[in-house]
């Protein structure tokens, strides 16, 4: 067996996340403006080399090595509860959000005169998530803490905040922002949190504490919900507050952190137990509403999640290729074996279609974040976050582990990125609902607004688009028995709704996924017919029953 040598590294994957992504370019040009597009390409052409260079580099050193760090006195003694990170993670702070990540969603981006959205904002999530997944959550809290006070804040609120929460360079101090939810008896019932809001002085002060508080220490103001005194039990009396991390004279906000959660993955966000003991807090918007307004941040961090996803099944894919590329086993290159096609092939097909279906919801999210979505396109941009967050978060793990299987024994190893990849993935089942959390959004999705129907209906209108062939004889198949299977399922009693949920909900992603798959087949041609037709055989067919067919879209394909 000869030794494996490292892949030349030409222009591309290896030397920048975006230069030769063709699908997320063919994304950006449909759905951007034309002088934006110039923009987003030339902008994140930048970025994509820096995530696969420096950016990369630091996301190892802070896994391996240099994790957050509580420091909770100082040397007098007093409790300071500050969270150290080294010195790359920092310049990564300050490189990401430079890019507008998070500004440009709320603010004019200088060279366009223009604010940006969240098309562009998510590309630029999917490459920084190719390469640090754990640090794109504090983004992500980033972007929802934006949302909130965009959205629902007064003007004093907003001033006091916004700028700082969407900074883009040195003339603006950057609060990092965080979304407090999970208490120790609540976990996802967050109508069980019992953190209390007291109005003394004309000033609301929060007792109580956050069990699981990701960016604590990093950001300078969290959204939390907390209880107004006398008010009702459960979601409903729930109100949302702006806290800053820090008082006007820079001191802690009566606030401490008890300690720093030991993660399995995602080790560059800090993550802790936060205690307030009478922090001065902010009513954001209608004080009855606070569970509500959390609940639409929690939209944008589930599509951040998918994103997430996506990025590590790109570069769990990359990797398992790069590295059939290069290694020799039994006389001849990995990449040559028709095992070894196959497996590549079927994970770049799914990786193609699924991040083709995220940007597609991202568009309608844009929509509906703008004011200009239907009742009824509100409705169904729910149901396709709940989806697609838990299709592509269970793909991430699944991705990880072909890679590590794929790279062999050195897949195990912590010298190689596929360790973090699958360590990193696990929580994206985890974090913004499980998947039995989701599963109870698709039965009050159904129950309450009828979305079986409207998924019904939207589904076929794109269908019907589509010139008829082979490829969407199958799904016109698969629709039909969907259709029957959810038209079943609205009918049916609590119990089996609950039991039916989560499997319903993988063959409605993959229906939403092959309606997409045959349309980029028939806009784009060439690589993206062969991609749809491996698609629809390993999700419908017998891609293993095929198996000369089926070599040649892998050669196709990969």
Known sequence: MKVLKEPEKKSGYATNFFKEDETLLHILKEKLPPAFFD??????????AQCAGPIDERAKYTDREGQPVLKQYDRYGEEVSEVWVNSGYKQTVKESYGTGMVGYVHKEIPELGRKGNYIYSYAQGYLLSQTEPGFYCPVTLSMATAYLLDHYGNEEIKKRF???VCATNADEELYEGATFLTERQGGSDVGANVVRAVKEEGQYRLYGEKYFASNAGQCGVAMVLARKEGAKEGTRGLTLFAVPWKQDNGELNHLRIRRLKDKLGVRAVPSGEVEFDGSVAYVVGDESKG??????????????NAVASSGIMKRAYEEAKQYAMAREAFGQKLIDLPMIQQTLSQLKAKLEVEVAAIFDLVELYDKVVAGEASDSAVILHRLYIALLKKESAENAIHFAHEAIELHGGNGYIEDFITPRLLRDAQVLTVWEGTANILGQELIRLVNKFSADELFINQTFDRFALLAKGEQTALVEVKFAEVKQQLEQFAKAEPL???LQAKPLMEKMAHLYESVIALEYAQKFKGKYEAIAELYLKQTWGNADGEGTRV????????
């Open 551 to 558: 070599l040649e879209l892998s050669k196709i394909v990969i």
């Open 291 to 304: 569970f509500y307004y959390m609940m639409e941040a929690l939209n944008l961090s589930r599509i951040c």
């Open 162 to 164: 916004l700028p700082h």
């Open 39 to 48: 923009y987003a390409v030339e902008k994140l052409t930048a970025y994509g």
């Open 496 to 498: 089996v709704q609950q």
